[in-house]
């Protein structure tokens, strides 16, 4: 029990950067019904993003002063991408069969993994990413790091930003009628195209957010990065709700604690001592979402189709 603030505060800093990421997920998939796969991808772009701004910043200039900038860039990169995957990839399918922008989605995660594999710089293997220097803080008895600081207090800035454009500007409105009808919304004059643009894009900044905080947790990035990330960010996104914004940074937070949890404890179990340890965390979170969803199948926060019709 001594261990529980630590393990506490382990898991929710996974769980923030679950939350980051499974936005885009449920953004993207609450207004076009899309999942788009390639999402981890955009998460990994972004980190190597803030990494290039960070290499041509002069090297007098400091971590905390630099992170800003690395967070410009890294969002620049990432929406870039985003939204050029919208445009060139989605939006000619968007009349098709679902399974057609499925089957893009994983191709175009597989084509920018293979991008910055060959052209960025020393990517075949993990780059260093820059870390913050200096002793753990001790917080209510869990000692977190300082780069660990960045996505505690970066998370909820960024869900209060996006909880305040959703329901206070007129794009954030567009958004909820392009989610609830689509059809309608462009009857009454908004620009659905727009609307699905920015949904990428903002799913893509926070994407990028969760990249530099990640570099600055683990001090390195790879291309392969996204891709097991992207893959909880979605089983966050499914075990909050998807399509809620904030079911999104719940399920992450949620399955970062049950991992972080599961990690330290299940091995203490009788019987249970071959299935803990880090190496078993990635199965006791998708055995927490099968739980979830057989009693709850519309996530924790999602509405049932009946209670939306």
């Known amino acids: 029990m001594n261990e529980l603030p630590q393990q506490l505060a382990n898991g929710l800093i996974l769980g923030a950067m679950y939350g980051l990421i499974a936005i885009g997920y449920t953004m993207v998939y609450g207004i076009v019904q899309l999942i788009n796969f390639a999402h981890g991808e955009i998460f990994m772009v972004g980190g190597f993003g803030a990494l290039t701004v960070y290499t041509a910043l002069p090297s007098s200039l400091g971590l905390l002063t630099a992170i800003p900038l690395m967070i410009l860039?890294?969002?620049?990169?990432?929406?870039?991408?985003?939204?050029?995957?919208?445009?060139?990839?989605?939006?000619?399918?968007?009349?098709?069969?679902?399974?057609?922008?499925?089957?893009?989605?994983?191709?175009?995660?597989?084509?920018?993994?293979?991008?910055?594999?060959?052209?960025?710089?020393?990517?075949?293997?993990?780059?260093?990413?820059?870390?913050?220097?200096?002793?753990?803080v001790n917080i209510l008895g869990a000692h977190i790091q300082r780069g660990d600081l960045f996505v505690l207090i970066a998370a909820p800035l960024c869900m209060i930003a996006l909880g305040v454009f959703v329901n206070k500007t007129r794009t954030g409105r567009g958004m909820q009628a392009t989610a609830q009808d689509p059809d309608t919304a462009k009857l009454m004059g908004v620009n659905t195209d727009r609307i699905i643009v920015m949904a990428f894009a903002i799913g893509a900044a926070f994407a990028a957010v969760a990249a530099v905080a990640y570099g600055l947790k683990n001090g390195q990035i790879g291309f392969r990065m996204g891709f097991l990330m992207g893959l909880k960010a979605f089983t966050a996104a499914v075990l909050g709700g998807i399509g809620n914004i904030y079911g999104a940074m719940l399920g992450g937070i949620v399955l970062g604690v049950a991992e972080s949890l599961a990690t330290g404890y299940i091995s203490d179990i009788p019987g249970m001592e071959l299935f803990g340890g880090?190496?078993?965390?990635?199965?006791?979170?998708?055995?927490?979402?099968?739980?979830?969803?057989?009693?709850?199948?519309?996530?924790?926060?999602?509405?049932r189709v009946a209670d939306r019709a």
């Open 73 to 136: 860039g890294g969002i620049v990169v990432s929406v870039l991408v985003a939204t050029a995957a919208e445009r060139f990839a989605y939006r000619p399918l968007r009349t098709a069969p679902r399974l057609a922008p499925l089957i893009t989605a994983i191709g175009l995660s597989l084509a920018l993994q293979q991008a910055v594999w060959m052209w960025y710089p020393d990517a075949k293997k993990d780059v260093p990413f820059p870390r913050f220097e200096g002793d753990a």
């Open 278 to 303: 880090g190496g078993w965390k990635d199965v006791w979170a998708f055995a927490l979402l099968i739980i979830v969803l057989l009693v709850r199948p519309q996530g924790l926060l999602g509405e």
